[in-house]
């Protein structure tokens, strides 16, 4: 039985990538380029600046530090205007459902993000005061999939890495987590994403017994 579990928010509580994608969207189309669903994947779980930058790589663009604090903040300021008006409907299948079974069995759970935004998509969804510890892009010095935001969910649960699961729909969260020595359970499509131990296509299919196994 794990004695804590770790959500990613983005795609695995909340479907944002389209807001996400929107935005970057109409930043390319500013900076005069295309920017496609397919270029999207590539910045799932990707730091704002790290997607910034696969962003004008994929534009053939190159930008002075200023002007991508610039573009980075026109971007994150419409995604904010997207995410302000999400509420609970926008929670994933499942993922209630999963999150009152963890605490029928007083599992502990985290939330293990990239994204600065955590908090108001939370907030928002109206599940900021259920999670035990919230480690986000404000309080990490380096991105996934680097393990420091889920060795810090860990330790924030009190809990030994060995002994937390966590769940990812990108492959460098899958990354972040096997690198902090946890369970991962990936998200998804398996054919896309490696190295994960278990995989499921929605919350819907995970229960607490699938996991004693
Ligand atoms: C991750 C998303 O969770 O957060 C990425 O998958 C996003 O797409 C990243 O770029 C950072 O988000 P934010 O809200 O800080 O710009
Ligand atoms: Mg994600």
Redesign the pocket.
């Known amino acids: 039985k794990p004695h804590a579990v770790i959500f990613?928010?983005?795609?695995v509580i909340v479907d944002t990538?389209k807001h996400?994608f929107q935005a970057w969207k109409q930043l390319a189309d500013e900076l005069g380029f295309n920017f496609t669903e397919e270029d999207n994947e590539r910045?799932?779980?990707?730091?704002?600046m790290d997607?910034l930058n696969i962003l004008l790589e994929i534009g053939g663009l190159n930008k002075s530090e200023s002007e991508k604090q610039e573009l980075a903040a026109r971007k994150?300021k419409r995604?904010v205007e997207a995410i302000s008006v999400m509420d609970e409907s926008e929670i994933l299948p499942g993922v209630l459902r999963f999150l009152q079974e963890l605490k029928e069995h007083n599992i502990p759970y985290a939330l293990g993000?990239?994204?600065?935004?955590a908090p108001l998509i939370l907030k928002q969804i109206g599940l900021y005061e259920k999670f035990n510890a919230i480690v986000d892009?404000n309080s990490i010095s380096k991105a996934k999939p680097d393990p420091e935001v889920f060795l810090r969910g860990a330790e924030e649960l009190s809990v030994t890495p060995g002994n937390c699961v966590v769940f990812e729909d990108?492959q460098s969260g899958i990354e972040a987590g096997k690198a902090a020595g946890m369970y991962v359970v990936g998200v998804g499509d398996s054919a896309v994403l490696a190295g994960a131990d278990d995989y499921i296509r929605t919350m819907e299919e995970m229960t607490v017994s699938r996991l004693e196994k």
């Open positions: 990613d928010l983005d795609g990538a996400h910045l799932k779980g990707v730091s704002r997607s994150n995604y993000s990239a994204s600065k935004n892009g990108a």
